[in-house]
């Protein structure tokens, strides 16, 4: 199932990411050098962020946990003069962001995608190679009227009255789903987020979150990790087109 083309999409923030094999020869003056590559699409000024990354690892043959370990790293954002289209740029990652309102993917984010990427690897590294990608849409979903609502009349999405205990009797003022998967006939991973989000009187939230990843079995060379994107932006149409209603289709419309 495509998804269709509305004019007042809920897409509060897209974000297409590239991981690369091997980190960036990353120095104190890279920012400051992107900056200067990258300055007539993202003027404002880069902000720096310092991240904590987790990395666990399988457990040796005699021990009974995995081993876990945090290792700093750090990220620069370049944004345009509204701080809606940003690029974020680690040692390792570099991801394209659009906050609302959202363009489109084939109008705005494949473009930047294939811009971008390709500004960043000739300005740092030669022969890049990619071990992955990921696809992250975060919907916000508003519904004016909703003092008599049925979630099922708006989401494909399971029963939040199922969720209550037997011995408890009252309604549910909120809720937060998550589930994770991994699919059977691919490395594609799927981190699915759908809960309720606070409102004023007689309005209703949702909060649909869809982030797919995928891991190449081998490095892949940038036109292929391109492309992967693209495969998975068609699933991710997919899925958010199977989670919602007629009824919360002409929200956007």
């Avoid at 930047?112 to 960043?120: A, P």
């Avoid at 691919?186 to 995928?214: E, R, V």
């Amino acid at each position: 199932m495509v998804r269709a083309k509305y004019n007042q999409p809920p897409i509060e923030e897209a974000i297409c990411q590239l991981i690369l094999t091997q980190r960036l020869p990353w120095e104190s003056d890279t920012p400051r050098r992107l900056f200067e590559k990258l300055r007539d699409r993202y003027p404002a000024m880069p902000t720096q962020q310092q991240l904590l990354q987790a990395n666990l690892t399988p457990p040796a043959i005699g021990t009974e946990a995995p081993g876990l370990s945090l290792a700093p790293t750090e990220r620069v954002i370049f944004a345009d003069t509204e701080d809606r289209s940003r690029l974020s740029v680690g040692p390792q990652t570099i991801g394209i962001h659009r906050a609302r309102p959202y363009i489109g993917f084939d109008e705005d984010m494949l473009p930047r995608i294939k811009h971008d990427t390709t500004v960043v690897i000739e300005s740092v590294q030669e022969n890049p190679s990619f071990s992955g990608i990921s696809v992250r849409y975060i919907n916000k979903i508003e519904v004016e009227d909703a003092t008599e609502l049925e979630l099922k009349d708006y989401f494909n999405y399971g029963s939040t009255a199922e969720a209550l205990p037997s011995g408890f009797d009252g309604i549910v003022t909120g809720f937060f789903y998550r589930t994770a998967a991994k699919q059977s006939s691919s490395p594609l991973t799927l981190t699915l987020n759908f809960g309720s989000l606070a409102a004023p009187k007689d309005k209703a939230a949702f909060i649909l979150d869809i982030d797919l990843g995928y891991t190449f079995e081998e490095p892949a060379e940038t036109g292929e990790a391109i492309a992967k994107i693209v495969e998975v932006k068609a699933m991710e149409n997919s899925i958010f087109e199977s989670l919602i209603t007629d009824t919360t289709r002409e929200l956007f419309k």
